[in-house]
């Protein structure tokens, strides 16, 4: 690598640790299984990475997607319809629902000025009959890294790529792990259009409500991610190939199977997962991640 290469790298570095110490992130809601309490993951977020994370009732946002306005909420609702190659289960009714979450969602991020939020989707299926994944997919798309079931651990993974990449991630499960061949597919219902080489609205796998997306993506080089463990002070990352897409329907929407580089990796995430969710990002981008870790996690 180069000078130029180096410097260059040193300012990505030093802009992503800056802008993780300024950001805000929010959560809309809580989980029952988060492995640290409010008080010590709030503590871990903001001592280790450097983010404040803020609570907010979940209940703001089924209000303000009920309040969204109908023209605005119609608009995105084409826009979703003419962009997607197929819509297979959504009706029209479920499509604008989606988009009124999204500008629900939209307007609590500008009101509280959020960089990132995570959201607790399931409780939004009794009040609003509809799910975030369109509009967490979105979000992603337009710069706000958003996380569902509130994951923050994995909303702190996707703002880190962010800064640091300036690409949006694919948060997904590992629903099968390959050991002699080091493939894991990852499967998820909120994948980032921008993406996809091209992309269906389907409904969200589990409640067959709302807009859920299955995307194709082109195959090349995928790194994973994920921050966890005590004090969210561990960071697994690997490299990997996007090998093919599946079309499974007893599987999350989207389901990309990655071959990774060193199939000991594959190992490592089924016997020590840090987390259930990972973060898909295209490209190779290990050398900026270790780059990070030596600079400021050391």
């Known amino acids: 690598r180069g000078w130029r290469e180096e410097i260059s790298l040193a300012v990505t570095l030093a802009k992503t640790h800056s802008s993780l110490r300024r950001a805000v992130i929010g959560s809309l809601g809580s989980r029952d299984i988060e492995v640290m309490s409010p008080w010590a993951l709030e503590g871990a977020v903001r001592e280790v990475w450097g983010p404040q994370l803020v609570h907010l009732p979940l209940g703001e946002l089924v209000r303000y997607s009920r309040e969204a306005d109908a023209d605005a909420a119609q608009d995105i609702a084409s826009q979703m319809q003419a962009a997607a190659e197929r819509v297979i289960e959504p009706d029209a009714g479920a499509i604008l629902g989606s988009a009124r979450i999204y500008l629900g969602l939209r307007r609590i991020v500008e009101e509280y000025g ?16 509809n799910t975030a994944c369109y509009a967490l997919a979105r979000l992603n798309d337009e710069g706000v890294p958003a996380t569902c079931e509130a994951d923050i651990p994995s909303c702190l993974t996707m703002l880190f790529m962010w800064y640091l990449t300036s690409q949006p991630c694919f948060l997904a499960n590992p629903s099968s792990i390959d050991l002699q061949t080091g493939t894991v597919v990852f499967v998820h219902c909120s994948i980032p259009p921008t993406m996809c080489a091209r992309y269906s609205l389907r409904s969200h796998y589990e409640s067959n409500l709302g807009v859920g997306i299955t995307g194709e993506l082109e195959p090349g080089p995928v790194t994973v991610v994920r921050i966890g463990g005590r004090e969210l002070r561990d960071l697994y990352a690997v490299r990997g190939q996007l090998a093919e897409c599946g079309e499974r329907e007893d599987l999350c929407r989207t389901q990309l199977a990655v071959k990774f580089d060193q199939p000991e990796d594959a190992r490592i995430l089924l016997s020590r ?15 900026q991640i270790n780059s990070y870790c030596d600079y400021f996690r050391s």
């Open 114 to 129: 959020l960089d990132a939020v995570a959201v607790n989707c399931f409780p939004l299926l009794t009040p609003l009959a």
């Open 273 to 287: 997962p840090l987390g259930n969710h990972h973060m898909i990002v295209r490209g190779d981008w290990m050398h």
